[in-house]
């Protein structure tokens, strides 16, 4: 967590230290667009991390409603679309439906988590499949994958990978987030590589 602060910190601190100069107004406006930026990022931190220790503060779910997993699907699709259309990134729902004991607002968030990883990783043009099995979803990219050494790694808190870009963004929370709901549904998430790309499945099927 100090390592996942500290950058941010850092550049929204320099970016200050030099906005108190007199600098062209060309320049004011890069230093101020970084103090916004990273100010979002370690918003984003935070968010994460509330939403993670309230998720380990749970002990049971809300399932007073049927939930169905297209409708969450699309909820998480719609919700994402913009930022996969400014991306230039297909996102397609398909598959059948299923309904069950499952609280809706956790596995659109479990959804929602899936695809924005997916979109980071995710060159630009590409598509981002959503298919739905009988209590399943699966989530399928085409970026570059991860090395088989350390897919048993994805899901631990602030473990990220290289972007398509080269680069290393993100808190490493998101797919910690995903395993988190889906042991409290008493399900799965499992990874590999699809060669090109990943797929991820969440399985809501109860596990033996």
Not at 42 to 63: A, F, G, K, P, V
Not at 67 to 91: F, G, P, T, Y
């Amino acid at each position: 967590l100090t390592h996942e602060l500290k950058s941010p910190v850092a550049a929204i601190r320099g970016a200050g230290e030099l906005l108190q100069e007199d600098l062209p107004a060309q320049d004011r406006e890069i230093f101020a667009r970084q103090v916004v930026d990273q100010s979002l990022r370690l918003q984003n931190l935070i968010d994460q991390l509330l939403q993670l220790s309230r998720l380990e503060q749970r002990q049971q779910l809300d399932t007073a409603h049927a939930c169905s997993l297209m409708q969450c699907a699309q909820n998480a699709v719609d919700a994402l679309h913009s930022h996969a259309a400014q991306r230039q990134i297909a996102l397609q729902l398909q598959g059948v439906d299923s309904t069950g004991p499952w609280e809706a607002g956790l596995v659109q968030l479990a959804i929602s988590n899936l695809l924005q990883n997916a979109l980071d990783f995710s060159p630009s043009g590409s598509t981002i499949s959503i298919t739905l099995a009988p209590h399943r979803v699966i989530v399928r990219h085409h970026g570059p994958g991860v090395s088989p050494a350390l897919l048993g790694r994805l899901g631990e808190r602030f473990f990220t990978t290289a972007r398509h870009n080269g680069e290393r963004s993100g808190t490493g929370l998101g797919l910690s987030i995903v395993t988190r709901i889906m042991h409290l549904h008493g399900g799965s998430m499992q990874i590999k590589n699809s060669a090109p790309g990943m797929e991820v499945t969440l399985d809501f099927s109860p596990q033996s």
